[in-house]
């Protein structure tokens, strides 16, 4: 949390402001003092729904993006499992070296070790592309779990679980980025993250209480390679949107599509960032704002 707090301190005072339509409200506010003219407004300055039910929609729209849009569900079920999977991991790291080898808790903690080391790797190379990283990584995570099983025995040597946790760490970060970008939502892509945070929580909180006894039940190796097989199937999931993504996104109500950009193209009409810089009195945002 201390950790979190400063990073957000950080971010508050030093990242630009990205989102659009906040860009054209300053830049409105601006040319209202310098023209002392008050026709230069935005949407959101002249949206006058009461603040409650403004909150309402913003409170209910990541549950019907979560529910109506098959995208947002995907993510949300692959990101959860794969957040369960991860720390499923961690639990049965001290079950195999504290349990069965009997390795102290500060020994058992340097095996962590090669999983942080993908993690950083991961992170430094991630492009900023989307779903092409994410058809390439997901086999990371399953490969390292059965990596993980099967050299799991107390009897082997100790290297074999341990990086086994590289390539587990390096596809998680991986497949983080690329999930995040590909939300296809502009607006409406901070709902669709937060039904995607608030589902990959709640799973992500409740498979930490059944991992022991799972583990127990199982056996090490048969556990670990049920976590395999379960990220192995869900590597279907970025190859289904690489066939019918853009069908998808065609029928939504809420994800854009290529299509719009043809037709603004085939109508003559200025695209988003020309209307931006346009020094019209009208400033509008790049998508217009939908109730839901």
């Known amino acids: 949390l201390i950790l979190a707090f400063v990073v957000w301190v950080l971010i508050t005072f030093t990242v630009p402001e990205t989102y659009a339509p906040t860009i054209l409200a300053r830049r409105a506010a601006k040319l209202r003092k310098s023209t002392a003219d ?54 049965a790291f001290p079950i195999i070296y504290q349990k069965r080898k009997g390795y102290s808790a500060s020994s058992t903690g340097l095996m962590f070790i090669p999983l942080a080391v993908g993690v950083l790797l991961s992170a430094a190379c991630s492009p900023w592309a989307r779903l092409v990283p994410m058809m390439l990584s997901c086999w990371f995570i399953p490969m390292g779990l059965f990596i993980f099983a099967w050299t799991s025995y107390a009897d ?29 939502y502009q607006h409406q892509a901070a709902s669709a993250l937060a039904a995607k945070t608030c589902i990959r929580s709640f799973w992500g909180a409740g498979v930490v209480l059944f991992t022991e006894q799972m583990y127990d039940r199982l056996g090490d190796q048969w556990a670990s390679t049920l976590l395999a097989f379960i990220g192995l199937a869900c590597c279907a999931i970025p190859f289904l949107f690489w066939v019918y993504g853009a069908r998808i996104r065609q029928r939504s109500k809420y994800a854009y599509s290529g299509d719009d950009e043809d037709e603004a193209a085939a109508s003559g009409s200025s695209s988003d960032v020309e209307k931006a810089k346009a020094p019209t009195n009208a400033l509008e945002p790049t998508r217009t704002f939908e109730p839901a």
């Open 38 to 91: 008050p026709s230069h407004v935005t949407e959101q300055d002249i949206d006058m729904r009461p603040l409650s039910e403004r909150l309402g929609i913003f409170l209910i729209r990541p549950f019907q993006l979560l529910f109506r849009e098959l995208i947002v569900f995907l993510i949300s079920i692959y990101m959860s499992v794969l957040y369960g999977l991860l720390y499923m991991f961690f639990v």
């Open 156 to 184: 082997l040597h100790w290297a074999g679980p341990a990086f086994g946790g590289f390539p587990v760490g390096f596809g998680f970060i991986f497949l983080y980025h690329s999930a995040n970008n590909y939300h296809s």
